[in-house]
């Protein structure tokens, strides 16, 4: 709900008030409902405080409890309210109207550097401990939050953003060609493998389930919590349904908690629909729910194959009508495009991002939920391998490698007959994904973004195999229940969207907060058996045998037919083309980006964008690459000039 700050003078000088204000002023840019700091020798903290919960109206942030000496700045939404009461044995009276600052504060109180992992939510925080002369921040689970640090000899700093940073004396602005080079070696839509790097060098995030202990100078950092892979055994399908429910509809009750309106990202798909179903039947009746849907442009003419949906309408209205009491928003972004709005864009992340398709009608939606009062912006972005797992043909995959043949040939039959089609057609593709070695079709040469020089200097690739990924620029692994595994043991998965997130909050003030990410509803799907997510031919049958009574059965159980966002981008950009081609052309001779950039891809890629764009060229992935370059050129160049 804010944006925090803080300086901490290691060698005991007081903090000066020019660097406090320095920090401050650097925050002004973005709305606030009140902006207070806290100084005492040589600490300084400061708050640019965003008011969403109906507890955080006048909160006093920072906030310094005299009897215990604890003082906090936070950056938070705390979900398990409930639980925290009982366990901190906080007095009913009191109960609403205590802050989340103040129950991380006596959270902490309980159970120091431990407390972290007794928190559900959204949050990013530091805390002066007075009596023990130490600092100690941390960081959600999976990062919703951002922060950001500097440290040298004489002092620590830390902010949401990293600007006010760099914008303080003696704090150079370098880049971090480590972070450069693991950018463009990955070729999946994560940043960096290193989860504590930024751009910048000597700039840090603590990496999201992280903590940061800061005392006697020495600097501590340590993951303070991991899930269990354990499962759990219920009696029957239906106790697993009842039992997901529960988790599920609590995750997304605590999400509700704003004096604003409440708002959704709605596509036609299970996620999202499930989020504003259970939602709807959790908010007042005469509290509307505001949904936020994106659609192409009306001069837009599907190329996509039968089974793709660039436009949602159809399905989103199915579920708007279903569940009622929606104020619904189509929203086509008329002359928006990912192009015109790379520097806006640059200037939010801070850094260069690779969801170009979608960045502008993400900040769009951000927009539009402002104009509407919106506090809290529901999205289901982590279902896909959370409430929604369950992928059929790799589900078929894992029963044909254990042999579980009667099982395996069951549930073809029933899938196919749901879905249509011959159940011994899809025998082939499944053999080739249980038996990786079956399939010839990958083995083609693979062109790197990075200049095989840089990724030879900094060894690159040495690295990102510590966390699985290879050569290829993803994971080594083709093995789907491996890569879930590990995107959870990991956690630089979570690092891109969720800064994502945190830095288009601060500028609309509105909170997207995602159910499908709740720790506590990741845990129980984690816990849940296969068998209960591929069944009786149906897959993501969890989620769809939970949302029985919630979503139309034409929703529910659709398996012919999903959307595809994004579908529009090189559509949108074609008047823009010729413009597009000439910085292609400029930055073909940047001799600083081809430093860390392939020319061999650059000039492969000019080759086919240089002649007969068409809307179909979106899927091609030489055009992608193309644009992913612009995005770090753009970002080289304001570098450049901002030094």
């Not at 209205?317 to 619904?328: F, L």
């Not at 010839?440 to 095989?452: L, M, T």
């Not at 900094?458 to 083709?478: A, N, P």
Request: with cysteine; charged share 25%.
């Amino acid at each position: 709900m804010s944006a925090i700050a803080g300086i901490l003078n290691l060698n005991g000088e007081p903090v000066s008030i020019e660097q406090s204000t320095g920090m401050m002023k650097a925050l002004e840019k973005f709305p606030a409902n009140d902006i207070q700091t806290w100084h005492k020798d040589n600490l300084f903290l400061g708050c640019h405080a965003q008011w969403i919960t109906p507890e955080s109206i006048g909160e006093q942030l920072p906030f310094y409890d005299y009897e215990r000496r604890l003082a906090i700045t936070a950056d938070a939404i705390i979900d398990n309210r409930e639980e925290l009461f009982q366990l901190l044995q906080i007095d009913r009276e009191d109960q609403k109207k205590i802050t989340d600052s103040q129950l991380i504060l006596l959270a902490y109180h309980k159970w120091g550097e431990e407390s972290p992992k007794f928190l559900v939510g959204d949050f990013a925080y530091v805390i002066w401990d007075e009596k023990e002369q130490k600092l100690f921040g941390a960081r959600d689970f999976s990062g919703s939050r951002t922060l950001y640090y500097f440290k040298d000899g004489q002092r620590f700093l830390f902010c949401t953003v990293m600007k006010p940073i760099l914008g303080l004396q003696n704090v150079k602005m370098e880049l971090n060609e480590q972070w450069l080079a693991e950018y463009l070696a990955i070729i999946g839509m994560v940043d960096v493998a290193s989860a504590s790097q930024t751009v910048y060098q000597n700039i840090y995030q603590i990496p999201p389930s992280h903590s940061i202990t800061i005392k006697n100078n020495a600097t501590k950092q340590r993951r303070y919590t991991k899930f269990d892979f354990n499962t759990i055994k219920l009696k029957s399908t239906d106790d697993y349904i009842e039992a997901f429910r529960d988790v599920f509809q609590e995750a997304i009750r605590s999400r509700l908690r704003t004096h604003l309106n409440v708002g959704a990202q709605l596509s036609g798909g299970l996620d999202s629909g499930s989020i504003v179903a259970f939602g709807r039947k959790l908010l007042s009746k005469d509290k509307p729910l505001y949904a936020f849907s994106y659609i192409p442009p009306s001069d837009f003419e599907d190329f996509t194959p039968r089974h793709l949906l660039p436009d949602e309408r159809p399905l989103i209205k199915k579920t708007v009508n279903y569940v009622g009491g929606i104020k619904e928003h189509y929203l086509d972004f008329s002359g928006r495009d990912s192009y015109s709005e790379i520097s806006s864009f640059l200037d939010v992340m801070e850094m260069p991002y690779k969801f170009f398709e979608n960045s502008f009608w993400l900040k769009g939606m951000y927009e539009k939920a402002s104009e509407e009062n919106v506090g809290i912006l529901l999205n289901g972005g982590r279902g896909n391998i959370s409430i929604s797992w369950g992928t059929a043909l790799d589900y078929y995959a894992l029963l044909l490698k254990k042999f579980r043949l009667i099982k395996l040939f069951q549930e073809l039959n029933q899938f196919s007959q749901k879905v249509g089609g011959s159940r011994y057609r899809r025998i082939p593709s499944i053999a080739k994904m249980a038996f990786p070695a079956l399939d010839k079709s990958n083995e083609e040469d693979i062109i790197s973004i990075i200049n095989p020089e840089f990724a030879k200097k900094t060894k690159v690739y040495e690295r990102l195999w510590d966390y699985g990924i290879d050569k290829s620029g993803w994971l080594s692994s083709q093995d789907i229940f491996h890569n879930r595994r590990r995107h959870f043991e990991d956690v630089f998965h979570w690092n891109a969207s969720n800064t994502l997130a945190c830095k288009l909050s601060l500028p609309y003030s509105v909170w997207k907060r995602d159910p499908t990410n709740d720790s506590r509803v990741i845990q129980f799907c984690l816990s849940v058996p296969e068998d209960e997510y591929v069944q009786n031919g149906i897959d993501r049958a969890l989620i769809r045998n939970a949302t029985e009574g919630y979503l139309p059965d034409s929703i529910r159980l659709n398996q012919s037919v999903r959307g595809v966002q994004g579908a529009d981008w090189v559509h949108r950009m074609i008047p823009f083309w010729d413009s597009l081609i000439r910085e292609v052309q400029e930055f073909s001779k940047d001799g600083t980006l081809l430093s860390f950039v392939n020319s061999d891809v650059i000039q492969r890629g000019f080759n086919k964008i240089k002649d007969n764009v068409k809307p179909e060229d979106a899927i091609d992935m030489d055009y992608k690459i193309i644009m992913r370059i612009l995005v770090v050129y753009r970002f080289m160049k304001n570098f450049t000039e901002g030094r």
